[in-house]
């Protein structure tokens, strides 16, 4: 059930729109992070794998258009014209896309997820 810009939408509503979107365009080792507490930043984080510069550039592009269209949210996009590595702040949910090697190098989740945690 999507949302409209006139209902209000939690945060959940949110991730699980994010996470579809990203399962439809084929995403790869999706995490999902709750943030919840830990930071003022948002309530979550998703990171997920795209196998090329032009899957995660797409992946990012549809993102945000079903985001605008379905919630009214306009994003705040970092990094979409080189395609390795796309941030994509939604508000609540922050969005990181990368291509397999560059998610490898920065091991951006292991900076949010306990010691010792395997990511969901």
């Known amino acids: ?17 994010i996470l579809t979107s990203l399962d439809d365009d084929k995403a790869e080792d999706v995490t999902q992070i709750d943030l919840r507490g830990k930071t003022s930043i948002g309530d979550y984080m998703v990171v997920a794998t795209g196998r090329s510069t032009r899957q995660v550039a797409a992946m990012s592009e549809k993102l945000t258009e079903k985001l605008k269209h379905e919630f009214g949210i ?3 996009v970092e990094g979409k014209d080189t395609g390795d590595w796309v ?32 990511a969901s």
């Open 1 to 17: 059930m999507a949302a409209s810009a006139h209902q209000p939408f939690t945060s959940e509503d949110l991730l699980e729109r």
């Open 74 to 76: 306009s994003c705040k």
């Open 87 to 118: 941030l994509i702040d939604t508000g609540d949910v922050i969005v990181h896309l990368f291509r397999p090697e560059v998610r490898e190098f920065y091991q951006i989740e292991k900076m949010w997820l306990p010691a010792g945690a395997a």
